[in-house]
């Protein structure tokens, strides 16, 4: 079966600053969907960056972006100019390759991410 | 991605009752839906897999006579708390798996809903 670990219970950025959020994954699959989730004190679950592990290039969405090590099975967010409203549970989650919307993701217990002004 | 919506967001009731909640896909028609418990400041915790038509797949220690899913369309799936004790409190949470042409878009999911059972 798979996990996701996330090693990092909390972290703490000052505004501004870049933060860089840790998730290692144990899989005997070579293709795979991997997603870093945010989740805000709303509780809106929030899908922030997708990766696919057939594709070398590491993912970016603005100032979100992943760093892909397949080899080392380890998938980590980084989050340039933190601001204020990026406070949250960041989640990170794996996926089978399978195609259709049927297959369910496998989480790791979460980051506390917060941003001091 | 996809708009999902749950419906009540927050309901307290009586031990002993059953409550239903609502989750519907607004924008895709999903064929599976996905239900969620989570616990103050856990993770998210799979309850079940919704198939559109078709029995729920309950992961293994879920009570599937406690926590009755329904998928009768594929806009909409309901998850029922029967005789709900305040052990089953808690945020529950739905969400909707899609793809699209270029592959796997992921999940996306409702707002949640807070039980609370006095």
């Known amino acids: 079966a798979q996990t996701v670990t996330q090693s990092q219970p909390e972290m703490s950025v000052q505004e501004a600053e870049t933060v860089t959020l840790s998730c290692t994954y144990d899989?005997?699959?070579?293709?795979?969907?991997l997603f870093w989730y945010k989740q805000p004190p709303s509780r809106q679950m929030i899908l922030v960056i997708r990766?696919?592990?057939?594709?070398?290039q590491n993912a970016t969405e603005n100032r979100f972006s992943v760093n892909f090590q397949k080899a080392a099975k380890s998938f980590s967010l980084k989050i340039s100019d933190s601001q204020l409203g990026d406070a949250a549970m960041y989640f990170c989650?794996?996926?089978?390759?399978?195609?259709?919307?049927?297959?369910?993701?496998?989480f790791g217990k979460g980051t506390k991410l917060t941003v001091n002004p | 991605g996809a708009v999902v919506s749950q419906h009540p967001s927050w309901v307290i009731c009586k031990s002993g009752t059953s409550v239903k909640i609502e989750c519907r896909s607004l924008?895709?028609?999903?064929?599976?839906m996905f239900w969620y418990r989570q616990f103050p400041k856990q993770s998210l915790m799979l309850m079940a897999t919704?198939?559109?038509?078709?029995?729920?797949?309950?992961e293994q220690g879920v009570e599937k006579d406690k926590f009755l899913i329904n998928h009768a369309s594929l806009t909409l799936s309901t998850l029922t708390v029967t005789s709900a004790h305040p052990e089953d409190s808690s945020f529950y949470i739905c969400?909707?798996?899609?793809?699209?042409?270029?592959?796997?878009?992921?999940?996306?999911f409702g707002p949640g809903t807070r039980l609370t059972v006095l």
């Open positions: 919704s198939n559109e038509g078709s029995k729920a797949t309950y």
């Open positions: 969400s909707v798996g899609r793809t699209g042409t270029s592959g796997v878009k992921g999940q996306f």
């Open positions: 899989t005997s699959e070579s293709d795979y969907y």
């Open positions: 924008d895709f028609q999903a064929t599976t």
């Open positions: 990766q696919e592990a057939y594709k070398q």
């Open positions: 989650a794996y996926r089978r390759f399978a195609l259709g919307g049927s297959e369910k993701l496998v």
